[in-house]
């Protein structure tokens, strides 16, 4: 009754900031992501008959917040094994948690995993989507590998890949200006960027638009075409959080150093554009080959503490069974 399973972040490059609603978790809008196989959760579960109730162990320590949604997708994993068992969640990631770094959305992707194997269910990929999205709305992308759409459907949301790794390999590189965690989690805000924010409604009306020329770029692999919409739907997202009251300022002064960074590269035929979460993290998305250059070129920019360099993953998988 226990597995270990792996999952890798993602990273959006057509976002989803709001919720059409909170039972379900049901995001307001679609999504695009890249998986990034160069950073990892690994997340071990055990169910216990003797065991009441659940204990979540995130790197370690206990978070109130993380463990009743990690008990809401057990719940409904529970439920499909007709068992009614505490488990013990013991989840590590490689690189820095909470801070915009979709920690997440591996989290949940490897969680909902190894649960589901720990319990041997042979869950159909949709109902794994359901259930993973209960603790994530990013976490479904990372169930898959590559390119990653994630669609609304009438009561539900569907994922898709659209590109596997070796189809377009893209890199990307990762510029940490922070290491702690956010103060705001996306959760929360992104409730108040919808009460809030004057131009929350503009973000929901137009997202279509953007996630059609971000899907059609990756299907021509159009480069620089998913530069400029990819770039525009941060933006537009930091707009959103920026205006959200009291205002969700993610960014430090070495994200926006990083920005002006990426921007004077590309124009000078470095094929890179920047994306940014809900962190101070930026993450620069490089054509096969820029990455070298692109990661020289962001550690050298004051105020960055490390960068990482990924390659697109896999999406979340078993480890086998440990006896
Ligand atoms: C800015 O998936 O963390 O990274 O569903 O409330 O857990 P919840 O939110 P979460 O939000 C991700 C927001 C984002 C954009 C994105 O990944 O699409």
């Not at 997708?73 to 979709?102: I, K, M, W």
């Not at 996306?186 to 279509?208: I, K, L, N």
């Not at 996630?211 to 739907?233: M, P, Q, S, T, Y």
């Not at 054509?287 to 020289?296: I, R």
Request: aromatic content about 4%.
């Amino acid at each position: 009754m226990r597995a270990i399973a792996v999952a890798h972040p993602n990273v959006a490059l057509i976002k989803y900031w709001g919720k059409r609603a909170r039972a379900g978790n049901l995001p307001a809008t679609g999504s695009l992501s890249l998986v990034m196989g160069g950073l990892a959760t690994e997340t071990r579960v055990q169910f216990d008959p003797g065991r009441r109730g659940d204990h979540v162990l995130l790197d370690g320590r206990e978070d109130a917040d993380t463990s009743a949604r990690v008990t809401a997708c057990l719940d409904q994993l529970r439920q499909e094994a007709g068992v009614s068992y505490g488990a013990l969640v013991e989840s590590h990631n490689d690189f820095p948690t909470g801070a915009g770094l979709a920690s997440s959305a591996s989290g949940f992707a490897a969680l909902v995993t190894a649960a589901a194997g720990a319990l041997g269910l042979r869950l159909a990929p949709q109902r794994l989507v359901e259930i993973a999205r209960l603790g994530s709305g990013s976490a479904p992308r990372s169930l898959l590998g590559g390119v990653v759409l994630l669609t609304n459907r009438q009561d539900t949301t569907v994922c898709e890949q659209v590109a596997a790794p070796a189809d377009w390999p893209l890199e990307i590189v990762v510029a940490v200006t922070t290491s702690g965690p956010k103060a705001t989690s996306s959760r929360e805000g992104m409730a108040q960027s919808e009460q809030t924010s004057p131009f929350y409604d503009d973000w929901v009306t137009t997202h279509a638009t953007d996630l059609d020329a971000g899907l059609g770029a990756v299907r021509a692999r159009e480069f620089e075409a998913l530069a400029e919409i990819a770039e525009h739907n941060c933006l537009k997202m930091h707009a959103v959080m920026m205006t959200t009251r009291p205002p969700l300022l993610y960014w430090t002064p070495a994200t926006l150093a990083c920005l002006h960074r990426i921007r004077e590269l590309r124009s000078a035929g470095v094929p890179v554009f920047f994306t940014i979460d809900a962190g101070p993290q930026v993450k620069a998305i490089c054509l096969p080959g820029a990455a070298g250059d692109v990661a020289a070129a962001l550690g050298a920019v004051p105020g960055v503490l490390r960068i990482l360099r990924s390659p697109l993953g896999e999406g979340a998988r078993l480890r086998g069974h440990a006896d």
